[in-house]
């Protein structure tokens, strides 16, 4: 939580693709997804029948009331039809949803359109690995941290999960871990 914190405080939330990239950030660590799985491997790669787009994520409320962000992810490798991800409001300069209504004022996606979309220039872009991960490497790089790789970020609130006594079958249907390899990573 504090590596969030402190990479948004390298970010400017005001640049479309700050935005974008923090918004991402947010929603794949909170959700426990992997990297892959909300984001085009290129540019000119984006499928909406394939990709996350804006039009999937709805807002719902949980029997206590709570804001719940269901994002509808169309195809993934584990999951062909598809799957349902979610993660819920957080107290704290890493909220996902202050991050998403502040992507969606900013870069207003089309509906359609990747979920993670940022102006530039007259169009939307699409956030691909690529640029997602150059953007992150230069806000560790800010904090004098090393440069993660997508898959540290999934392990990262798979720990950070276990670390607030969440139950390890929980932690590992949440995180969608095909078997018990989370478990090498408590180190």
């Known amino acids: 939580m504090d590596l969030l914190v402190s ?74 039809n598809g799957k349902d991800i979610n993660w819920t409001r957080k107290d704290g300069p890493s909220d996902p949803q202050a991050a998403l209504e502040n992507h969606q004022g900013i870069n207003c996606p089309p509906s359609n359109g990747p979920l993670f979309a940022y102006r530039n220039s007259k169009a939307h872009k699409p956030l691909n690995k690529g640029k997602f991960l150059s953007v992150l490497t230069s806000a560790l790089k800010a904090t004098g941290r090393l440069p993660m790789q997508g898959h540290s970020i999934h392990i990262g609130l798979t720990l950070e999960y276990l670390l607030r006594n969440v139950p390890f079958d929980v932690v590992n249907v949440k995180g969608k871990w095909a078997s018990n390899t989370f478990l090498i990573y408590l180190h």
């Open 7 to 80: 990479i948004r405080n390298h970010l400017n939330l005001s640049s479309p693709l700050h935005t974008a990239v923090f918004t991402y950030l947010t929603s794949a660590f909170y959700a426990t997804v992997h990297m892959g799985e909300l984001t085009t491997k290129t540019l000119l790669s984006f499928d909406s029948l394939s990709h996350v787009k804006h039009s999937n994520v709805q807002m719902e409320c949980d029997h206590q009331g709570n804001l719940i962000a269901n994002i509808h992810l169309a195809k993934l490798k584990s999951a062909p």
